[in-house]
C-alpha cells in the first residue's frame, strides 16, 4: 500500500520578532523556525514540490510521514532568514508571491492592515474601532453604506488566531467594504497609523525579483500567488484570467518552471471558474487554507487544485516536542 498522506505546512512571516521594528506583528520568530526545521527532520521526511506532483500523476510514491514546506507572500524573511536555514538543512520551500508587491513596490492591503494591527497595542484596539466607526459615518452616504454595529455583528466571530474584533477589522477591510472604500479607509489607518512611505514599505517588507531569482537558482519553488492579491472567489472570470496569466508571467521572469507551475490561493479563495483557468493553464497543484492532511494519490482530478494546509501553529516547534494529532 502506497503511503498517500502529506502534511502540508503554511508560513508568513518568519523574523526575529523582538528585535523588528513590528514585535507585536503576528508571525513566527525565527528560532522557532529553527526548532521547528529540527522537530520535522526528526519526526518527518521533508519532500520537495516536484515529489507531490510526481506523486500525484501516479509516478513514485510519498514516503512516510511526509511534509511540504510552504512560504506565503514574498517577504523579505523568505530571503533573509528561511532560505539560508532551509540551504543548510538541504530542505525545499515553495514560496507564493504576489506579483504587484514586488515588481511595483506597493504595499498589499492585506499587509497593510497587519503593520495598522502590530502597530496598535492590544489595549488600543478600541481607538482603532472608533477610527474605523467614524469613517463608515464619513463615508456612509457617498458608498451607501450600512452601520458599523450592522457590519461588526455579521463580521465578528472568533478566527482560530484572532480574536473577533480583529476578524471584524480584517474582513471588513479584505473583503466586505466595495473595493474602493476599503483601499482608501485601509491607506487612511496606515498613513495615521503605521506612517511610513509605501514604497520604502514596500523595499523592507517583500524580496526584490533578484532575490527571488537566487531562490529558483538553489532549487526552490516558486509559484503564483496572484498578481494583487485578491480573492479570486469574489472576482470574474475575466479578472482571474489577468491575476493568473500575470502570476504566470512572473514565474517566467524569475526563471522558475512554468511546465509544472502550481497556485497558492490568496486567502484560499477559489470557485470553480478559477478551477477551469488554472486547469486549462496547465496548472499542476493547487494550495487552500483549509485546514486538514492531504492525501495524494494518482488520478485525483480536481483534488489535485484543493489541497488542504496546516499553520506552522499547528505543529510542535520544538526538536524535543512529541507529534502531535496531525501526525500523518
Ligand atoms: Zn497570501
Excluded at 15 to 26: A, C, H, V
Excluded at 134 to 155: C, H, P, R, S, V
Aim: hydrophobic share 40%.
Amino acid at each position: 500500500m502506497n503511503n498517500r498522506h502529506l502534511t502540508v505546512i503554511m508560513y508568513h512571516y518568519v523574523r526575529d520578532l523582538k528585535n523588528s521594528r513590528y514585535p507585536n506583528i503576528k508571525g513566527l520568530d525565527v528560532n522557532l523556525f529553527k526548532e521547528q526545521i529540527k522537530f520535522l527532520k526528526k519526526n518527518y521526511n521533508v519532500i520537495r514540490m516536484e515529489d507531490v506532483i510526481s506523486a500525484s500523476k501516479g509516478v513514485g510514491a510519498l514516503p512516510p510521514h511526509a511534509a511540504l514546506l510552504t512560504f506565503d507572500d514574498g517577504y523579505i524573511d523568505h530571503f533573509t532568514n528561511v532560505f539560508p536555514i532551509l540551504k543548510n538543512n538541504n530542505l525545499q520551500g515553495s514560496f507564493f508571491a504576489p506579483v504587484k508587491a514586488i515588481t511595483e513596490h506597493k504595499v498589499l492591503d492585506v499587509n497593510k492592515i497587519h503593520f495598522i494591527l502590530a502597530s496598535t497595542p492590544k489595549n488600543k484596539i478600541y481607538l482603532l474601532l472608533n477610527e474605523i466607526r467614524n469613517q463608515l459615518i464619513e463615508f456612509q452616504e457617498e458608498f451607501n453604506l450600512n452601520t458599523f454595529d450592522y457590519y461588526f455583528d455579521k463580521l465578528a466571530q472568533t478566527g482560530r488566531f484572532d480574536p473577533a474584533e480583529i476578524i471584524f477589522i480584517k474582513r471588513l477591510l479584505q473583503v466586505e467594504l466595495p473595493v474602493d472604500l476599503r483601499l482608501k479607509i485601509t491607506n487612511n489607518l496606515f498613513e495615521k497609523i503605521v506612517g511610513v512611505e509605501e514604497g520604502a514599505f514596500s523595499k523592507e517588507l517583500y524580496m526584490s525579483i533578484d532575490q527571488i531569482k537566487c531562490m529558483v537558482n538553489a532549487g526552490m519553488h516558486i509559484g503564483t500567488h496572484g498578481y494583487d492579491h485578491f480573492w479570486l472567489g469574489s472576482l470574474s472570470k475575466q479578472k482571474q484570467e489577468f491575476e493568473i496569466e500575470r502570476s504566470i508571467d512572473f514565474i517566467k521572469e524569475v526563471g522558475g518552471n512554468v511546465n509544472e507551475w502550481t497556485i497558492c490561493y490568496p486567502y484560499g479563495s477559489y470557485n470553480n471558474d478559477t478551477i477551469e483557468i488554472i486547469k486549462d493553464k496547465g496548472c499542476k497543484l493547487g494550495l487552500t487554507t483549509e485546514v486538514a492532511i492531504a492525501t495524494i494519490y494518482s488520478q485525483m482530478g480536481d483534488n489535485v487544485f484543493k489541497i488542504p494546509r496546516l499553520d506552522t501553529n499547528d505543529l510542535p516547534k520544538e526538536e524535543v516536542s512529541i507529534p502531535n494529532k496531525w501526525y500523518n
